[in-house]
């Protein structure tokens, strides 16, 4: 079956610091990849996506990589900042199939100052 | 000019009460959605609505009935309320696959 989860639960890091948040997915028809971040009693917001036609996709301070080989996407934050600190999730959708999106576990990064 | 709104943001309430939770979207987008997030923040699909038009429904129990009166509203109404339905619910549309959120429910049955 479907499933998305990620390696680490947790992660603390120093402001300034980069971040490395992973995900694996077993869903081999799985097309497009959204990062998620959660704030504390928020609801999850877009971050960055990619389509599984590309390995890599930068935006402002941070990028996404895809391997298929090994079913791996990591989201990468550079200079993390305070606000950084949130519950991350990615999630996979398979454009062919049905619009609904797969969240992984979710992973608590806390920036310390 | 929040995108996707819900109401009420928190709820208590007693075991086998009859509750609902309110959405709104004013993107325009085609396809809404009821997600659950539980205490381990685990993020769960339980239904999806297309144009009024339900087209997912993730073997949730029948207690739970979404509506849909017109595709920027999808309403969730939940019967006989149980402990284990304590939660925050979310909702979301999207018109891809990019789904934007809601501020949650945080339903509480005691």
């Known amino acids: 079956g479907e499933s998305v989860g990620l390696h680490l639960p947790t992660l603390s890091v120093q402001e300034g610091d980069n971040s490395i948040i992973n995900c694996a997915y077993s869903?081999?028809?799985?097309?497009?990849f959204i990062w998620y971040k959660q704030e504390s009693g928020k609801g999850p917001q877009f971050i960055i996506d990619?389509?599984?036609?590309?390995d890599k996709r930068q935006g402002q301070r941070v990028t996404v990589l895809l391997n298929k080989t090994v079913k791996h996407l990591s989201l990468q934050i550079a200079a993390t900042q305070p606000g950084d600190s949130a519950v991350y999730f990615c999630a996979e959708n398979n454009e062919g199939g049905s619009e609904k999106l797969v969240f992984g576990k979710g992973t608590k990064l806390t920036v310390n100052p | 000019d929040t995108a996707v709104s819900q109401t009420p943001k928190y709820l208590v309430t007693q075991m086998g009460n009859d509750k609902s939770i309110k959405c709104e979207q004013n993107l325009g987008h085609d396809t809404m959605y009821w997600y659950k997030q539980d205490s381990k923040k685990f993020l769960k699909i339980m239904f999806s609505?297309?144009?009024?038009?339900?087209?997912i429904n993730e073997t949730v129990p029948n207690r739970f009935s979404p509506k849909s009166p017109d595709k920027a509203h999808l309403n969730l109404h939940i019967n006989s309320l149980e402990l284990g339905d304590s939660a925050v619910y979310f909702c979301?549309?999207?018109?891809?696959?990019?789904?934007?959120f809601g501020q949650g429910t945080r339903l509480t049955v005691v």
């Open positions: 609505y297309n144009n009024k038009e339900l087209i």
């Open positions: 990619i389509r599984s036609n590309m």
């Open positions: 979301a549309s999207s018109r891809g696959a990019e789904a934007f």
């Open positions: 869903n081999s028809a799985s097309d497009y």
